[in-house]
């Protein structure tokens, strides 16, 4: 019996899939339509308190879409709730144009200092 197990032809099947799903992201990069996937499930992580996987599902979302400045605001709560307050602050003065029309950037702002720059 030198098949595989069946557990391990799933896994791989999923590996394969996941793989092919990244090749796809990298291909269409960097796009205005994609990482809205992965910024959501950062933002449901971090309501769990999975604060490291959620920074790299942020990440990621940036990485793939430079443009919506709002990916940056949820890195940088997030690096703020793991106690990275300098960087949190400088992705916020990054994005600080945005503070008058983000209610999300204001609240960090105040928790930040009360500032940018």
């Given at each position: 019996?030198?098949?595989?197990?069946?557990?391990?032809?799933?896994?791989?099947d999923?590996?394969?899939?996941?793989?092919?799903?990244?090749?796809?992201?990298?291909?269409?990069?960097?796009?205005?339509?994609?990482?809205?996937?992965?910024?959501?499930?950062?933002?449901?992580?971090?309501?769990?308190?999975?604060?490291?996987?959620?920074?790299?599902?942020?990440?990621?979302?940036?990485?793939?879409?430079?443009?919506?400045?709002?990916?940056?605001?949820?890195?940088?709560?997030?690096?703020?709730?793991?106690?990275?307050?300098?960087?949190a602050?400088?992705?916020?003065?990054?994005?600080?144009?945005?503070?008058?029309?983000?209610?999300?950037?204001?609240?960090?702002?105040v928790?930040?200092?009360?500032?940018?720059?």
């Open positions: 019996m030198g098949g595989k197990h069946p557990e391990q032809a799933v896994t791989q999923r590996t394969r899939r996941k793989d092919d799903n990244d090749r796809r992201e990298e291909l269409l990069r960097p796009s205005r339509y994609l990482g809205y996937d992965r910024d959501k499930l950062g933002v449901y992580l971090m309501s769990r308190g999975a604060y490291g996987i959620a920074e790299s599902q942020f990440r990621r979302a940036i990485w793939l879409n430079p443009f919506e400045y709002r990916f940056v605001v949820h890195l940088a709560w997030c690096l703020f709730r793991q106690g990275r307050s300098n960087d602050r400088s992705l916020v003065e990054s994005v600080a144009e945005h503070a008058d029309e983000d209610e999300t950037l204001q609240a960090l702002l928790r930040l200092g009360g500032g940018v720059g």
